[in-house]
């Protein structure tokens, strides 16, 4: 788990991930060298973090230190590659999201070995991403649903009906609640 989140592992997966992105815009047809992409590679296992140090005194930018610091060991032809249409964004989340996964799959294989030997055989799967279904997601269906047919009720409503026909009546909105 330390090896799966230490420093060293984040600052591989951000350069895997620069690499990546080189490559896929190198393939869309970005002006992008595979000589470029190929010194990126060369250059992946290369950190100094004393010099990444340095550079992030005089930047106050952590993923800016390490693209320049890339940069440096990558060479100044592929320096100007790496980070190209980025944002921060894209290197940390992404590796942090990798490293997640990574921990889950450790603590879950554990877990399903010590359940597994208590007598309980069990399966667990566990994916990180978008969330599509919750208990907050269904309630605020549930509270929309409920809210339709308070209206529906009060709308049909023959005596509303006839307010709102005859006299010009309108039913301010928002004011109508479930019960």
Request: hydrophobic content about 50%; some cysteine; aromatic content about 6%.
């Amino acid at each position: 788990m330390l090896e799966n989140f230490s420093d060293r592992r984040r600052v591989l997966l951000w350069r895997d991930l620069w690499i990546a992105l080189a490559q896929a815009e190198r393939d869309l047809g970005l002006p992008i060298s595979q000589p470029q992409v190929d010194a990126l590679r060369a250059a992946r296992e290369d950190i100094d973090f004393a010099r990444v140090a340095e550079l992030e005194a005089k930047s106050r930018h952590d993923v800016m230190a390490h693209v320049h610091h890339f940069g440096e060991v990558a060479g100044a032809d592929a320096a100007k590659i790496i980070h190209l249409g980025a944002t921060s964004c894209f290197v940390t989340d992404n590796a942090e999201l990798v490293m997640i996964r990574a921990g889950l799959e450790l603590v879950m294989d554990r877990l399903v070995a010590a359940l597994n030997m208590a007598g309980y055989g069990v399966r667990l799967v566990v994916e990180v991403g978008r969330v599509t279904d919750s208990p907050a997601r269904r309630n605020a269906a549930a509270a929309a649903e409920q809210q339709l047919e308070a209206e529906k009720i009060v709308f049909d409503d023959p005596l509303v009906q006839t307010l709102m026909r005859d006299f010009g009546a309108k039913i301010v909105p928002g004011s109508i609640k479930p019960l």
